[in-house]
């Protein structure tokens, strides 16, 4: 069982930086993919950044490509999310997900319901 609980979201100007963490509890977090989605309002969840259990091995949706950057500490089993460069449109609820054997180009094409965990988010609200 791994439970994973993020922090770090906020109001902050465009143009401005976050960083968001993603703390995991439980056994074997070093071995699980590890990713970031977000949801704006009235929209879908989607993908924005992966990392494999090693973090030898990254990807990035193309919205974000170049002002995101993903990284994790298995020592201290915590994702990150460096987000600079931040836009209106980067506005959303932002959920942490690990899968099992999955690549992380994987995660932005699996459905939703087959990562093996989520987090319960955590707001970014980027003002114009």
């Known amino acids: 069982q791994v439970q994973l609980v993020e922090s770090g979201g906020g109001l902050v100007q465009a143009g401005g930086s976050l960083r968001l963490s993603c703390a995991a509890s439980?056994?074997?977090?070093?071995?699980?993919?590890m990713g970031w989605f977000r949801q704006a309002p009235a929209k879908e969840r989607e993908f924005v950044a992966a990392i494999s259990w090693s973090g030898g091995s990254i990807y990035y949706a193309d919205s974000v490509k170049g002002r995101f950057t993903i990284s994790r500490d298995n020592t201290n089993n915590t994702v990150f999310l460096q987000m600079n460069s931040l836009k209106p449109e980067d506005t959303a609820v932002y959920y942490c997900?690990?899968?099992?054997?999955?690549?992380?180009?994987?995660?932005?094409?699996?459905?939703?319901?087959?990562?093996?965990?989520w987090g319960k988010g955590t707001l970014v609200t980027v003002s114009s």
């Open positions: 997900a690990a899968a099992w054997d999955v690549y992380p180009q994987g995660m932005a094409s699996i459905p939703f319901n087959v990562m093996d965990y």
């Open positions: 439980g056994r074997s977090f070093s071995r699980y993919t």
